[in-house]
DNA sequence: CATCTGTGTCCAATATACCGTACATGTGAT
DNA sequence: ATCACATGTACGGTATATTGGACACAGATG
């Protein structure tokens, strides 16, 4: 990532990367681990993990849980978290935008950002739907993966793009290949319509919908989407769009915007 | 702070628990600053400063916000804490206990804990009162001047708590003293009785209570706690000491519990 | 003009953080 | 008993992270 920058072999890793490193596996996890599956499962020194561990565990930054040694995000990660939530003060605005969405389209609704150099559901509203069509809230997901995506990396240059992108996210779950230029090409589109729409290339059954939520520097600093079965989708597209952009403007102003001025 | 274990003077300090010194000053401030005055402010060398907050800001750790180069606490740690909270899920039945303590009692109610060696407010809400009473959610504060804090370090034996807690806040805002053994007598109390309630020492005219809430190992892991003014307070002493106490019991299993099991 | 403060960059010295390796333990399989 | 494996601890060598100080610049002040 961010912190995979694996030059080449046989350098000695920053406490600092390895530590979030940790930290962000821990989140993809989403369990407590002990410290020596934690080493084998980053590729990093048992020694190096058991050190920074210990450094962690002193700081609150971990936290003993699950027994048997094992560690997960600690409280006073969920403080710092606070304290940002509380700074660049979403979080309100955007649960009632989803609400709007939920009760007008009745569709599974989220609001979406980038998480370095991957994609992240952070808030969701599920649909009224019988069957439950969604990612989880806080996994990362390539960015090529996503309409999303589409939006999220639209300032970008094409180079830029490529370069931020790590190769193997171009590869799809079912192992075909989506071709980076192809990507690109949509990403252009996505920016001058403002939207982006197709069958999700992650399932068969979905259509999604993405419109993008501008912060102050004018680029898409988050998306609102729509996931819906693709015939409702089809069908109600012109409805679903009007729905998300009536939305999206409402939050316009929000992110990135301190709440004490 | 916490992450302060000056053993002595003239230590190189080890970049991780730098890095969470500057993270924890930001959340203190509340707001973006400059390296060159995070620096200064937290008394640490200037060219260490400006490598780790480059070092954090391509991590996501931290952002750059309020122009000038100014940094702040970045998008990463709050994904890294709705992990945690996501995890630890207590938020959804807090919000529940406090919605019920405020109906019930018109007052502020807050769910505070320990961070690190302070206390911080989680969450609350305003009471009904025309006046705010309240000191602001996600301030660390030292322990000896809450009601919660006797609570929240009984499972402490007496020389343990005077370890845990930094000297310099047994000094009160006014600047008077708190003898530290009659700190020990009050948490002692507090412990035997299930509860805590004085006239606050931080100011003069509001009165607390305080009760634990019980982790799965048995001690308080958080206190519920209500501030009201002095007479309301200690006319409805038994009443607001009733509600407490059901709405602690409600959480009881919630803390320290995974959602999915 | 000179001077001072606030800001950010660059650099070399050395204290030490990272890591490989060995050791100690427990558990389960053969 | 012997092996294999998972887990945690201990320790020394060396690559390097941390740090003080030099440098550059801009704005304010006198």
Same mark, same amino acid.
């Given at each position: 990532?961010? $912190?995979?920058?694996d ?13 979030f490193?940790?930290?962000? *596996? &821990? #989140? ?10 934690? $080493? ?6 048992r ?19 699950? /027994? ?12 710092? /978290? ?5 700074? *660049?003060d *979403? ?19 989220? !609001? ?7 994609? %992240? ?6 649909g $009224? ?6 990612t ?27 370069? !931020? ?17 192809? !990507?690109?090409v949509?990403?252009r589109? $996505?920016?001058?319509? /403002?939207? !982006? %729409? ?19 520097? /004018?680029?898409?600093?988050? %998306? &609102?989407?729509?996931? %819906? ?7 109600? #597209?012109d ?17 990135? #915007?301190?709440?004490?001025?």
């Amino acid at each position: 990532m961010d $912190a995979v920058q694996d030059e080449a072999a046989g350098k000695r890793a920053r406490g600092l990367d390895r530590a979030f490193e940790i930290l962000d *596996f &821990l #989140r993809q996890k989403r369990q407590a681990l002990k410290p020596n599956e934690i $080493a084998a499962q980053i590729g990093a020194p048992r020694s190096s993990v058991y050190e920074l561990v210990n450094l962690l565990l002193q700081n609150g930054i971990l936290e003993f849980t699950g /027994g048997e040694g094992r560690v997960y995000l600690g409280r006073k990660l969920y403080f710092l /978290g606070a304290a940002y939530e509380n700074h *660049f003060d *979403f979080t309100r605005e955007c649960e009632a935008a989803l609400e709007q969405l939920a009760n007008e389209t009745r569709e599974t609704a989220q !609001f979406c950002m980038l998480d370095g150099n991957r994609y %992240t559901v952070v808030r969701m509203r599920e649909g $009224a739907r019988p069957f439950r069509i969604s990612t989880d809230v806080g996994q990362s997901v390539p960015i090529p993966w996503t309409a999303s995506g589409r939006l999220l990396v639209a300032h970008l240059s094409d180079q830029e793009i490529l370069n !931020f992108i790590p190769a193997q996210d171009f590869r799809l779950p079912n192992g075909d290949w989506l071709d980076p230029q192809n !990507f690109i090409v949509e990403v252009r589109q $996505a920016e001058r319509e /403002g939207l !982006f %729409t197709f069958n999700s290339i992650v399932d068969s059954f979905t259509h999604c919908f993405a419109v993008p939520v501008r912060g102050e520097e /004018g680029y898409a600093a988050a %998306t &609102l989407c729509l996931v %819906t079965p693709r015939d409702d989708g089809i069908a109600n #597209r012109d409805h679903y769009l009007h729905c998300l952009k009536k939305a999206a403007a409402g939050l316009e102003h929000a992110p990135a #915007r301190s709440k004490r001025g």
